[in-house]
């Protein structure tokens, strides 16, 4: 089955053509942020804007650079070719869901086609059920781990720019939230700690890029709720631990210091993301630890989480698999809300998809 799927929640436009939910055939993201990064931040206004401007000539392209595996003929894809769209609902900024929602209810009314409304968030897990053998993918960037051992019951970590949540997956469909952030999320986290940094927008890599050469150890930021019995995290004390920090040092030392301040930031936020996490695959027994979300495309937290669910198996004895999205696909991208759609094919009449920026999980 292919798929034609359709993201704009937020400042990234994207469509991909999806193959049986694990091949992509193609995956176009054009993004707006460039433009947010001169404000420091997303301006929803001018996120819509963008999508409004690039969500045609992203579809269009994604079609032309689809060739499809089963097809004899090559070239670009046609109408017939795709069997559904799959589009974001939610959660996300209204002005830019809109744009993707209206474009994909259009589409499937002209085409005549089933229409599955995904959860962003759900999209993101499914970066991980991409396999990477298409050609036109950069073998640098292969998926963390293989298809055929991703085993449920599997504990996600979903860190992204505005959402940190641990959840139980026992079966595509079958997913329970266990615990979440109570004020930032852990990119909201690296987003503001890195403005105050001096960093560029977005936070994430810039800090990560920062602390390469820096001393994670240099300063002891606190590990927030690590000590709590519950899977809940809180980022925002972090915040201000590293606000009071900047005060204290003159602005000669805190310019010599950003590595060491980026290295030490990073650490703290990892360090609570991969303790909480092996705790809760302990608990649950689990098969599959799988990373989703803008954050996963952190090297140290991958590389972290990878090491400790080795070291402490939480499966009686079994090492738990560690899974983790190609680099590629951990930011917003609509190959993601194609393969959610293939692996939780519910089509809905076009009439009743609307978009849902306060979507979560049910
Ligand atoms: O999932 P995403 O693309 O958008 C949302 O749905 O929120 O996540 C964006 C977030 C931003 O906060 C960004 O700073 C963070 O992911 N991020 C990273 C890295 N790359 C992106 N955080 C840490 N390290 C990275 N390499
Ligand atoms: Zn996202």
């Known amino acids: 089955m292919r798929i034609l799927g359709i993201e704009t929640s937020c400042d990234e436009t994207s469509a991909a053509v999806v193959e049986d939910g694990t091949i992509i055939l193609s995956n176009v993201i054009s993004s707006s942020l460039p433009l947010h990064a001169k404000t420091g931040g997303i301006i929803p206004e ?39 769209i ?23 009314y002209v085409w005549n086609k089933p229409i599955i409304p995904v ?34 019951p599997a504990i996600v970590l979903l860190v992204s720019g505005g959402h940190t949540d641990l959840l139980l997956m026992e079966d595509h469909g079958k997913i329970k939230w266990l615990g979440g952030t109570r004020d ?8 503001k700690i890195a403005r105050l940094l001096g960093l560029p927008y977005p936070g994430g890599p810039s800090i990560e890029r920062e602390a390469l050469n820096g001393n994670p150890k240099a300063f002891n930021f606190p590990r927030p709720m690590l000590g709590s019995g519950n899977f809940d995290f809180s980022f925002s004390g972090l915040k201000t ?3 009071r920090t900047i005060q204290s040092l003159n602005p000669n030392d805190q310019r010599l210091m950003t590595k060491d301040l980026a290295a ?35 090297q140290n937290l991958r590389d972290e989480l990878k090491l400790n669910a080795r070291r402490y198996p939480p499966a009686g004895g079994l090492n738990a698999e560690f ?24 089509p809905k009449p076009w009439k009743q998809i609307t978009a849902d920026p306060e979507l979560y999980f049910d």
Do not use: W
């Not at 959660?91 to 474009?103: A, C, F, H, M, R």
């Open 323 to 346: 899974f983790a999205p190609a680099k590629n696909l951990c930011t917003d991208n609509a190959a993601m809300i194609a393969s959610a759609a293939f692996f939780n094919y519910h």
């Open 264 to 298: 030490s930031v990073q650490q703290s936020i990892v360090d609570v993301l991969v303790k909480k996490t092996i705790r809760v695959a302990q608990k649950y027994k689990v098969k599959s630890i799988l990373l989703s979300g803008g954050v996963s495309a952190n």
């Open 241 to 243: 631990a590293v606000y």
């Open 184 to 191: 930032d999320a852990a990119g909201e986290a690296f987003d």
């Open 46 to 84: 001018v996120a819509a804007r963008q999508q409004i401007k690039y969500i045609i000539p992203v579809i269009e392209k994604s079609m032309e650079n689809a060739t499809a595996l089963s097809l004899s003929r090559r070239g670009k894809l046609r109408m017939d070719d795709i069997d559904a």
């Open 119 to 152: 959860n962003h968030l759900i999209g993101h897990i499914y970066a991980n059920f991409i396999s990477t053998f298409n050609s036109s993918f950069d073998p640098e960037l292969r998926t963390e781990g293989q298809l055929s051992t991703l085993n449920f």
């Open 86 to 108: 799959a589009v974001t609902v939610g959660p996300g900024l209204i002005g830019s869901l809109l744009v993707g929602v209206e474009t994909a209810k259009t589409l499937a």
